[in-house]
């Protein structure tokens, strides 16, 4: 997919796991500076851009912003301000595209003689976790000369030292204290400026450091610190230097007396390469920013202004709160020299190896936008929706706002759908498993649903969340399959079976397999009666701890969760099929507030769609599954929103296309039905569409996905950042689930079998695959299938097809 200059909703994000953000816009512009243990969305680093200048043996000079013309409006109240660089000349025009982790530009302009390009990335390699989190982004130029003369070319960037900002609580209108401090540092390796705040220890909670270097060794200058002064005195100064002779002046003064209003505490430096590029040639230009944010506060809604002051690491138990402050994850990489330098050295393997995952999915024989949505997706668990603390723990939000994250504690109703992290980085996967079972999950079984007992927060006291529970029982299944780890299962069975058996004494009494009482789901209400969406996922789990009972030889405990099982799913196709699809039984649908009734439920299969996923087949009757799947596209999905009435929250409108919640083809909608049911979600969307799959509707499941596809086009919607909740939402990690219907994909860790049954293509058919083993491709061709392997060690697994 590529995007023009006028994608204005489009932000490609660079940063490892749990180390924050920085983005690129559709322009080539640096954004959403996110580095703070925070969202951040809509800050912009000030004066922070590049700038290219050429110079032919003539003595003729071009210079302009490494960007490309921004697209309006153009209503500000003063324009543009200096520091947004609003009035700097840019190429005429681009072409961004980005085949995750990698994002490329093109700029090109008539009036320039050269043509550039940028290449951006931060390493990505599944199943490499710590390789994966580096708190680093790699910017490379390629300027190629175009005209029919030799040019001396210069590429200049600015940045700002952000080490001692205030005001990240809104980030709006941040103050800079003027105490922040840019030193120079060169290394063998690599040149350019180590940016330190003035005036913190590091063991302050606000303590952050950053480095903006280059790694090119011949002919780089720079300017330590801009000349401030007043007004837009030092971005004139930069330009006034840079474009003189295509090199910086360190320690250059600024003459002449003026008054000094509107004068700025921003500290600015900026590096300087230049290079000789003959006609029809080109040269790279290579930048690194690298940060380093330590600690954080070990609680999801207390503030860092809470503590600043009172948590400095002091010795004075009266004065310290040492139990609220860990540290990030990433911190073990040391300051951002030190994780600089570790990606300098390994960069080439680092790239190589990111550019063999990246490879080989986008390479698979499936729709461009099934690999896009898999691809794009992964970029929330690089988000500030999630992070990793001190002894590597994961923890994540739903989702995020602009400036804070939305809705805490790895949220079991809404992480039971996503499947790219248990396949990519499985290890973060069981981490949550390790939280909810051996932390959140009570003697009697209740399983607290929000994640807070390792935090210092208030303990969540909702009532159990009837799916989020179950559920984390089908993905402990999952993750143990994936891996093959005896000794995983044998510490998380015995708090899993009490969270399996919470069942038997809340929500299905008389253990008919039915479960009929008050059952509190993800769309945030309780549903009453009998619901399929929740009595699947019942089935799934017990359907997979029968499997694990088995396995670890509880045959008694197999052979009761099977009868109830068996005897529950006859139940549900009786009471609640209407020969369509799967209704919610009620007595009175209107006695209780959100509740759908006759409705059509997207979600009303979503335990049988989680069996698919694990291997564990069919849980009620194949042809009713088939028909009541079959019925959700045909009665929610939507062609054109023009005419649709919403009176909810908006994620479809106009022309396009997508799949509601619930619909009510037989009429006898609630009078308020549950609060979400007129919304459209990617992360159901794409459960749907792998459950479509699975059961042999593979054009109707790929059109749901062209369709979320079609809204995140960069104009409407940005292609890395579904949202519902929040920014960068959890629910669409569902989409990774596409892949493994279409490849039919199922890994047995345990008895070391990898199994394909591919879908579409099946006589020239090659997708990428991923186990906790090891990464590759698969190929099958004249019914005969083979796997590649691209990383990590396969060679014990059989291989069926």
Known sequence: MTYDKNASAARFLLGGIGTGNISLDQNVRLC??????????????????????????SGKIHAKALESQLAPP???????????????????NSEMSGNYPFVNYKLWDEKMPVEAQLMAFTPLIPLNTDDSSLPVALLRYKVKNTSTEPL?????????????????????????????????????????????PGGKKES??????????????????????????????????????????????????????????????????????????????????????????PNRIKSWYKKESELIGTACGCDDNNCCTPDLITRNYYAKFGPPLESAGYFIKNLPRLEEESRRFAG????????????????????????????????????????CLDTHGCCDGNCTHVWNYTQTMAFLFPELERSMRRTEFLYETEADGHMHFRARVNMHDNAHDMKAATDG???????????????????????????????????????????????????HNTYDIEFYGISSMLNSIYYAALRAGEEICRYLGDDAAADKYAAIREKGAQILDAETFNGEYYEQKINDVNEYKYQYGKGC???????????????????????HIKSAVKSIYKYNFVEDFSDFNNVQRMYALNQNSGLLLCSWPKGQRPRIPFVYSDEVWTGIEYQVASHLIYEGFVD????????????????????????????????????????????GFNCDGVNKVLTFKPAVGQDNFKAFFCCADGWGIYHQSGGAGRIETLYGDLSGYTVKY
């Open 32 to 57: 959403d500076f996110e580095l703070f243990n925070k969202p951040n969305k809509g800050h912009r680093s000030p004066y922070t851009f590049f700038a290219i200048r050429t110079e032919s043996p």
């Open 74 to 92: 153009f209503d500000h109240s003063h324009g543009a301000f200096s520091v947004e660089l609003g009035g700097m000349a840019r190429f005429r």
């Open 152 to 196: 001396t070319v210069s590429v200049a960037g600015s940045m700002a030292n952000l080490c001692n900002i205030t005001g990240v609580s809104s980030m709006k209108n941040p103050h800079y204290d003027g105490k922040s401090i840019n030193k120079y540092v060169e290394r063998g390796s690599h040149r350019g400026f180590h940016f330190l």
């Open 204 to 293: 302050d909670i606000d303590y952050f450091e950053m480095a903006f270097l280059t790694t090119e060794g011949q002919n780089v200058t720079h300017m330590d610190d801009w000349n401030e002064g007043a007004w837009w005195d030092g971005l004139q100064d930069f330009w006034n230097d840079f474009t003189e002779d295509g090199e910086l002046t360190p320690g250059r003064g600024l003459p002449g007396q003026g008054n000094t209003l509107h004068s700025s505490q921003i500290s600015m430096a900026s590096l300087c390469v230049k290079k000789e590029i003959a006609p029809g040639e080109d040269a790279e230009f290579e930048f690194i920013l690298s940060w380093y944010r």
């Open 360 to 399: 080989a999915l986008m390479s698979s024989t499936l729709p461009h936008y099934v690999l896009d949505a898999v691809s794009t997706n992964i970029t929330v668990i690089r988000s500030t929706t999630c992070f990793r603390v001190e002894d590597g723990t994961f923890y994540a939000w739903e989702g």
């Open 469 to 519: 529970q179950l559920g984390a029982v089908v993905r402990l299944y999952r993750d143990w399959k994936l891996c093959g780890d005896d000794a995983f299962i044998k510490e998380l069975w015995p708090n899993a079976k009490r969270a399996l058996e919470y069942a038997f004494t809340h929500w299905d009494t008389d253990m008919d397999g039915i479960m009929d009482g008050e059952q």
């Open 601 to 623: 439920l997207a979600d009303q299969l979503l335990g049988q769609q989680q069996a698919h996923v694990c291997g564990l087949g069919h849980l009620m009757n194949p042809e």
């Open 700 to 743: 109707e499941g790929l059109k749901i996905v062209e369709a979320c596809r079609a809204r995140h086009d960069g104009i409407e919607r940005s292609p890395w950042n579904e949202v519902e909740c929040g920014h960068h939402y959890a629910r669409s990690l569902a989409s990774y689930g596409v892949l493994l219907a279409l490849t």
